[in-house]
């Protein structure tokens, strides 16, 4: 049995964990962690456990033996007939997803059930079905799960020709052919591109290699993060701050082991929640015994005559022996394969406009080609049109669905997608949780709760709006402020809250300003005659 946990839509009521505890539990106050792969005996409680979410938060298998085998020959079905005709496409039409991951199947399942009968293709480059990836830097860690049982439940049968452990390694936009690196290629009518992201390397090849040292993004990286914590080292070295980084820290600590934070920044999470909220975050830490160090680089990584990592150096002077290194540096969006495609695409992810169209070098909105997920960056017309690549479950799924919609309907029946992003994380006992874009803001209040508590709720605004909310063990009035993002509500709230705290006045968020994540979007454009300009992207590097 696989289940999977909607965490943004979880208000910690715990009922779960009442009906089915061997499955469900809540850490601290709030915090819900669960067991993705439950055995069969506990199926009832489980179901049981699902229908009394108040949120309906749980998804269950509902495909029976829900393991796909790969179909690496089966032959497509034959092309639609080129007249335009919508029926005959939804029949006979060829849609291939480059991208096996939650993205790529949540876009699948949405694709039958808006009617699809037509060939369907998935491609991904690891050899697994999808599987979902929080709990690789959460349960996986800490060993309360295997890697293995972190399948994601399967809505309805999709019957589709799967790819799997092959990868996608370039796109003829004008044969309309993906081609892949056995040599095959997969013609298409529409094309959906999840390829999402990998995790950034530690950048010195040599050190990277070190027994050790590892990053966190697949399935193997959590088996193998599993097994070098299970063997109790002395001490875990974790290189950034961010979510990844801190939830690793915190399953350390939760495991009885020393572990240490370099962050580049002046606290965990500014990027993510400011400094002001990222300050609190750090102070979490420092009482949950993380030896945490903010402005803090590392500076190398050392091991002995057998390759295995021993100790590091910091830009503080200091010299740490450890046995573990985890590099949680960031992401980097896999669009390689799409170099020379003719697609507005680089290290910042690839362009589309808010229906998830891709837009071409030329700034046109292509109408075969769509994206979603982690790899995607759309405009947010809530967030002043800036374009945003949301790396969050919930987006991820929202607008796959969206994605899959748009391309099996006329252009009356499209829908933007328009959803509030949402993520949530859980550390040191902790639930973080946050609706909109807080990297947007330039002030930040608390407007509920006590921080020296540990459970309160900042409101985040930008010239007067409101255009985030993040709660730390508040999660039932997370939901209350979706509506008035959506409504561009003033800021600060002029609200009379619950447990308001006695001075809530407004101060500077602490985001970093950042430059635009395309300003080395260099292109040449050739041509004199309307018909004949163009653009390309310059891929030389910018002195």
């Not at 390694?169 to 309309?176: E, M, P, S, V």
């Not at 082991?257 to 400094?275: K, N, R, S």
């Not at 669905?401 to 391309?407: L, P, R, S, T």
């Amino acid at each position: 049995m696989r289940l999977v946990v909607d965490l943004t839509k979880c208000q910690g009521y715990a009922q779960c964990a009442f009906l089915a505890p061997d499955v469900f539990s809540i850490q601290g106050d709030e915090a819900l962690v669960y067991d993705p792969n439950p055995s069969e005996e506990q199926r009832r409680r489980v179901l049981r456990a699902a229908a009394a979410c108040p949120v309906q938060a749980i998804t269950l298998d509902r495909v029976e033996g829900a393991a796909t085998p790969s179909r690496p020959g089966a032959p497509p079905k034959e092309a639609a007939s080129g007249d335009g005709s919508q029926d005959t496409f939804m029949q006979t039409g060829r849609i291939v997803i480059v991208g096996a991951s939650l993205a790529g199947l949540r876009a699948a399942e949405k694709l039958r059930e808006e009617g699809f009968a037509g060939s369907l293709a998935l491609v991904g480059d690891e050899p697994h079905e999808p599987y979902d990836r929080p709990p690789l830097s959460k349960q996986v860690p800490a060993g309360m799960v295997s890697p293995e049982h972190t399948d994601l439940p399967r809505q309805r049968e999709i019957d589709a020709d799967w790819r799997l452990g092959v990868a996608a390694t370039g796109l003829d936009l004008h044969g309309k052919q993906v081609r892949l690196a056995d040599g095959t290629a997969l013609g298409f009518d529409k094309l959906l591109i999840s390829t999402g992201v990998r995790a950034r390397p530690w950048p010195n090849s040599e050190e990277a290699a070190l027994k050790g040292v590892l990053t966190l993004r697949t399935r193997e990286d959590g088996a193998r993060l599993q097994e070098l914590l299970a063997a109790r080292p002395k001490r875990v070295l974790v290189i950034g701050a961010g979510f990844i980084g801190s939830e690793i820290a915190s399953v350390c600590i939760e495991l009885g082991l020393d572990v240490t934070v370099a962050e580049a920044g002046p606290a965990p999470l500014g990027a993510a929640l400011g400094g002001v909220i990222g300050a609190i975050a750090g102070e979490i830490q420092k009482e949950n015994g993380v030896d945490l160090r903010c402005g803090v680089r590392v500076t190398a990584l050392e091991g002995d005559s057998t390759g295995q990592l021993r100790r590091v150096l910091l830009s503080d002077g200091t010299t740490l022996e450890v046995d573990v290194a985890v590099a949680a540096l960031g992401v980097i969006r896999n669009v390689d394969w799409l170099e020379d495609s003719g697609l507005a695409c680089g290290p910042w992810g690839v362009a589309c406009d808010a229906g998830c169209r891709v837009i071409d070098a030329n700034g046109l909105v292509t109408d075969d080609i769509f994206v979603a997920g982690d790899v995607a960056r759309a405009p947010q017309p809530m967030f002043g049109y800036q374009f945003l690549a949301i790396e969050h479950w919930g987006n991820v799924v929202s607008q796959a669905e969206v994605a899959a919609h748009n391309m099996v309907t006329g252009q009356p029946g499209r829908w933007p997608h328009l959803a509030v992003p949402k993520f949530w994380s859980v550390q040191f006992g902790h639930e973080i949780k946050s609706v909109g874009v807080p990297s947007v803001a330039d002030q930040v209040v608390i407007t509920q709760g006590s921080v020296a508590q540990r459970r309160f709720l900042a409101v985040y605004g930008y010239k007067g709006r409101i255009v985030a909310a993040v709660a730390f063990n508040q999660n039932k009035w997370v939901e209350f402020y979706e509506p008035l993002i959506e409504r561009a509500a003033p800021f600060p709230p002029p609200l009379a809250l619950v447990d308001e705290p006695t001075h809530a006045e407004p101060v500077p968020a602490g985001f970093h300003a950042m430059a635009s994540p395309t300003q080395d979007a260099t292109v040449v454009v050739t041509g004199h005659d309307p018909g004949e300009r163009r653009a390309t992207l310059n891929r030389t590097p910018l002195r």
